[in-house]
């Protein structure tokens, strides 16, 4: 088994938590090749042969799939549109079981999770392939790709679990690209650290079908969606993908009462109108409830979307300060280290009880999920 010693340690530790992970970084293994694992792994060439959940057998060796609004329609020896799942004989396969692309420790705030155990960090792993397009996509690198493209590890559900444990994470993540994709991997692995404590966090777009997520919400603990803007042409014109499933997802998390939070990326001249903004804050008031998480997050140009300039600070104000004008409780300011909103106020007192300066958490002042001040009921998963 390989061997570190605790500067070199350090220093892939720093690169992992120190900002937005590069797509080198991200496919390069340096995780899973310099820290200790249980066992040491390999880089592995064989995809997976695990039948996949949700799908429906038709003639001539043809499947529907139903995980996701695409229900793609899949010949004998084709694959869906994520490019990870693959009729063979009239069976459907998910091809990256236990094959992993990227892995790394991060803390929780990185995903961002600001009411799901903060000051603590999750073993984040992702597959190849996503369910979307979406062309500002941070890791287009390993979302846009096929499972053959990239560098893989095998990492069984059982060493997903151990590895966890072993370096002290509260949570295991499905991240980076789309967990969706990799449903029954994601199932397992939340199966596995149930086990020992381990609780399962996903970092998702919500591009599923209403019974997949029921039976995901019953193994995992907190879930992120990315909520890529509040107009059909937004989502199939930049993300090739639907507006309404996503929406109707979200009632679905409300009703299932699993904690979840919504991230927000504004796209200057695309999905920044104010008046679109005030619509979806007043949705979500009325339909998922006051509570919810929202995290306005700065764009930086990136893939397909490099000639437009990030998002200027004041727009992200403004839309924080009209989401705290429809009623929402806890509305965040991302990817601007050291903004104020970044940090949690309570919405009785005012006091600040969770406070943060980029991925690190300075102060929190909750106890027995009330704010230590003034005894209110602060919504989240705290421990």
Request: proline share 5%; glycine share 6%; hydrophobic share 35%.
């Given at each position: 088994?390989?061997?570190?010693?605790?500067?070199?340690?350090?220093?892939?530790?720093?690169?992992?938590?120190?900002?937005?992970l590069?797509?080198?970084?991200?496919?390069?293994?340096?995780?899973?090749?310099?820290?200790?694992?249980?066992?040491?792994?390999?880089?592995?060439?064989?995809?997976?042969?695990?039948?996949?959940?949700?799908?429906?057998?038709?003639?001539?060796?043809?499947?529907?799939?139903?995980?996701?609004?695409?229900?793609?329609?899949?010949?004998?020896?084709?694959?869906?549109?994520?490019?990870?799942?693959?009729?063979?004989?009239?069976?459907?396969?998910?091809?990256?079981?236990?094959?992993?692309?990227?892995?790394?420790?991060?803390?929780?705030?990185?995903?961002?999770?600001?009411?799901?155990?903060?000051?603590?960090?999750?073993?984040s792993?992702?597959?190849?392939?996503?369910?979307?397009?979406?062309?500002?996509?941070?890791?287009?690198?390993?979302?846009?790709?096929?499972?053959?493209?990239?560098?893989?590890?095998?990492l069984?559900?059982?060493?997903?679990?151990d590895?966890?444990?072993?370096?002290?994470?509260?949570?295991?993540?499905?991240?980076?690209?789309?967990?969706?994709?990799?449903?029954?991997?994601?199932?397992?692995?939340?199966?596995?650290?149930?086990?020992?404590?381990?609780?399962?966090?996903v970092?998702?777009?919500?591009?599923?079908?209403?019974?997949?997520?029921?039976?995901?919400?019953?193994?995992?603990?907190?879930?992120?969606?990315?909520?890529?803007?509040?107009?059909?042409?937004?989502?199939?014109?930049?993300?090739?993908?639907?507006?309404?499933?996503?929406?109707?997802?979200?009632?679905?998390?409300?009703?299932?009462?699993?904690?979840?939070?919504?991230?927000?990326?504004m796209?200057?001249?695309?999905?920044?109108d104010?008046?679109?903004?005030?619509?979806m804050?007043r949705?979500?008031?009325k339909?998922?409830?006051?509570?919810?998480?929202?995290?306005?997050?700065?764009?930086?140009?990136?893939?397909?979307?490099?000639?437009l300039?990030p998002?200027?600070?004041?727009?992200?104000?403004?839309?924080?300060?009209?989401?705290?004008?429809?009623?929402?409780?806890?509305?965040?300011?991302?990817?601007?280290?050291?903004?104020e909103?970044?940090?949690?106020?309570?919405?009785?007192?005012?006091?600040?009880?969770?406070?943060?300066?980029?991925y690190i958490?300075?102060?929190?002042?909750?106890?027995d999920?009330?704010?230590?001040?003034?005894?209110?009921?602060?919504p989240g998963?705290?421990?």
């Amino acid at each position: 088994m390989f061997r570190i010693k605790r500067r070199d340690f350090l220093k892939y530790s720093i690169a992992a938590t120190g900002g937005i992970l590069a797509p080198k970084l991200l496919n390069d293994f340096s995780v899973l090749e310099h820290i200790p694992l249980a066992y040491a792994q390999e880089r592995t060439n064989q995809l997976s042969k695990v039948e996949a959940k949700y799908y429906e057998k038709l003639k001539h060796k043809e499947i529907r799939c139903k995980l996701c609004p695409r229900e793609c329609l899949v010949g004998d020896k084709e694959r869906g549109y994520c490019g990870v799942r693959e009729n063979q004989e009239g069976v459907y396969y998910t091809l990256v079981h236990s094959i992993v692309c990227s892995a790394n420790v991060d803390p929780i705030e990185k995903k961002p999770f600001f009411h799901f155990l903060p000051a603590t960090t999750a073993f984040s792993i992702a597959t190849a392939g996503c369910n979307m397009n979406c062309k500002y996509c941070q890791n287009w690198q390993i979302s846009q790709v096929r499972p053959e493209q990239v560098d893989n590890y095998h990492l069984p559900p059982e060493l997903v679990a151990d590895y966890a444990e072993q370096k002290g994470c509260r949570s295991i993540a499905y991240t980076y690209s789309e967990p969706i994709v990799f449903y029954e991997y994601m199932l397992d692995c939340a199966r596995e650290g149930k086990k020992r404590g381990i609780k399962s966090a996903v970092i998702t777009a919500g591009y599923i079908n209403h019974d997949p997520l029921v039976e995901l919400c019953k193994e995992v603990d907190a879930i992120k969606i990315d909520f890529k803007g509040f107009t059909e042409e937004f989502y199939k014109n930049i993300c090739r993908s639907e507006l309404k499933p996503v929406m109707d997802r979200l009632v679905d998390l409300a009703k299932i009462g699993i904690w979840f939070e919504l991230v927000y990326l504004m796209v200057p001249t695309l999905n920044d109108d104010m008046k679109d903004i005030k619509r979806m804050c007043r949705w979500i008031f009325k339909d998922l409830g006051p509570n919810v998480p929202l995290h306005f997050s700065r764009f930086h140009p990136t893939y397909l979307l490099k000639n437009l300039p990030p998002t200027p600070v004041s727009s992200l104000e403004r839309a924080r300060e009209t989401a705290l004008e429809a009623g929402l409780r806890y509305v965040y300011i991302g990817n601007v280290f050291g903004h104020e909103a970044e940090n949690t106020y309570c919405p009785n007192c005012k006091n600040k009880i969770v406070g943060r300066n980029g991925y690190i958490i300075t102060q929190i002042n909750i106890k027995d999920k009330r704010c230590k001040f003034c005894g209110e009921i602060i919504p989240g998963v705290w421990e």
